[in-house]
């Protein structure tokens, strides 16, 4: 299945998109999405461990499964004052 993911900042910035599409086995779950965006876009590895994972407007645990129609957002932790 191909789950479209949602970028902001500097994540964003970094791949030049404001979204990308990742293919994925039937029935993934958070980790396999930040492992699959991992190997089809290594340009977001060091964000990887940074990062969280929203669905659906909520974050998401490692395990949380994410269905096709979900709305899946990679927000990157951003520090200032």
Known sequence: MIIRVLLFGPVAMATGTDSIAVTLAASP???DLLRAMGEQWPGL???AEFARVAVNHRYADASELIAPDDE???ICMVSGG
Do not use: M, P
């Open 45 to 47: 590895r060091r964000f």
């Open 29 to 31: 779950n958070c980790a």
């Open 72 to 74: 899946v957002a990679l």
